[in-house]
């Protein structure tokens, strides 16, 4: 069945949020969405998000049986990847236009996401010139609900080699600004060497040793999560 183009004029703004969250919680993770997770990223009581996903249900966004896993239909995957959208580009152009560091777009996004008109959004589109991915290289999905996601591994669970960053997850502010004082950016190449023991200026014993731009690096345990990379050209054994 084809899916309307979706108008997020159509809905809350709270109903933006939550179907976009979900969806979210999934692009990077086979974890299951529940009440509690969605409680946890959106900052609200577990009663709160009871009530909001049986309202979103009762529309036709969601799937959920009690205690079970949330899901989204595919209306309601269709404003998630709309709002996505948004969000990605929006954020694109506060670094891009506006100077903006990666570290502070998210929140900014988050309020004009909901306010700005698909004409704005089209043309910061082009402006642009058709991004594909945004500042931390989540891809930014097409105008018909596309998105070119690329085969991404955290640094954390590769092995030796040489990797090219393809992502940095934002969701924490401070392992961006780690990320970008050790010049670890978007397309840096990677040579994991090792795990080793806790290194000075580490905060865990599983470090993941790396070379980048020349630089021995000793990465947190919460650096080497958030920093997805693609193969590269694989070191010789």
Known sequence: MRVPRPDPADLTAVTQDYLKV???????SDDPVTTKMLAERLGVGAPTVSETVRRL??????EHAPYGRIELTAAGRA???AMVRRHRLIETFLVQELGYGWDEVHDEAEVLEHAASDLMIERIDA?????????????IPT??????????RPLAEVGPGEWVVARVSDADPEVLRFCAAAGIGLDA????LERGPNQPGTTTSDAVHVVIAGHALALPAAVAAAVWAVPGRRSSP
């Open 22 to 28: 979900i969806w979210t919680a999934r692009e990077w």
């Open 57 to 62: 249900r009762d529309q036709g966004l969601v």
């Open 79 to 81: 404003h998630a990847v």
């Open 127 to 139: 402006r642009l010139g058709r991004p594909t991915r945004d500042p931390h290289g989540d891809p």
């Open 143 to 152: 105008a018909d609900g596309q998105v070119p996601s690329p085969p991404a």
């Open 189 to 192: 190449r990677a040579v994991v």
